[in-house]
């Protein structure tokens, strides 16, 4: 009983975390994947997991500790969601307030249609979190979990729900300070465009303003590009820092 508490139970942890962590938790990853790649995750992490304090695996306790590790591991997978979601707001942002937000595709992540600007935004932040290695950083979290809070042991602090509540808040501030280049440049092409129908009336602007408001919104958003990787960046240290409040490590 020692020995299957000491794999079954992490692989419920873990696979929580890469069912919904960003990359791999995709619809389009195939749940087999997500199982075998969970398997070979908790096989390897074995030896460097604590002995789990629960063995009695046939009782109604069972249920609430397989509760408490999907809560676990949802929560850790669920930061680096905010961390991809913070540049879809931004790019919905950006395709909204320049015209573009008329061209959606299907997002594969979760299957709803999005402007084609945040789908753009999504694949570069996706790439970016793999080249920081962190799909390896939230393996690493998801075991350092194990010590600070073990198998069997306290339920996870209330506090943890509120830490993920408001770090929210950075979503919507990253978001902003990543498209408020574009948005003040856009306003001030809708300004100019104000004032040329105040001076000339008989020109129709909705017909030569829209296709300007297009190329300019493009080449605004090629323009401010660089930004995205310093964003990211900062971002990305951010929920570092959540995540080791939520594991009780040090960053």
Not at 39 to 60: E, G
Not at 85 to 109: E, H, K, R, W, Y
Not at 148 to 174: C, K, L, M, Q, R
Not at 224 to 248: A, D, S
């Amino acid at each position: 009983m020692q020995g299957l508490s000491d794999y079954i139970l992490p692989l419920i942890r873990i696979s929580s975390m890469i069912m919904v962590m960003a990359g791999l938790g995709a619809q389009s990853v195939s749940k087999r994947i997500k199982l075998c790649l969970s398997i070979v995750v908790t096989l390897a992490a074995a030896p460097a997991i604590p002995q789990s304090q629960f063995t009695d695996l046939f009782s109604f306790q069972m249920i609430l500790v397989v509760i408490q590790e999907m809560i676990i591991g949802i929560a850790i997978g669920f930061a680096s969601l905010l961390l991809l979601n913070t540049f879809i707001v931004a790019g919905q942002v950006l395709a909204m307030q320049t015209g573009l937000g008329f061209a959606s595709v299907v997002d594969p992540s979760n299957g709803l249609s999005v402007p084609a600007v945040g789908q753009f935004y999504l694949i570069l932040a996706t790439l970016l979190f793999f080249v920081f290695d962190g799909h390896l950083m939230m393996i690493q979290m998801v075991i350092f979990s194990f010590e600070s809070w073990p198998i069997g042991g306290n339920w996870w602090h209330v506090d943890n729900y509120w830490e993920i509540v408001t770090w929210g808040a950075w979503v919507f501030a990253t978001a902003l300070s990543l498209s408020l280049a574009p948005l003040t440049a856009m306003l001030v092409i809708n300004m100019a465009f104000g004032i040329m129908t105040r001076a000339a009336p008989q020109m129709n602007i909705f017909s030569v303003g829209f296709a300007f408001t297009l190329v300019a919104g493009l080449t605004i958003i090629w323009a401010t590009l660089g930004n995205f990787t310093m964003q990211y960046e900062f971002q990305w240290l951010r929920m570092i820092e959540l995540m080791c409040e939520l594991v009780g490590c040090t960053v």
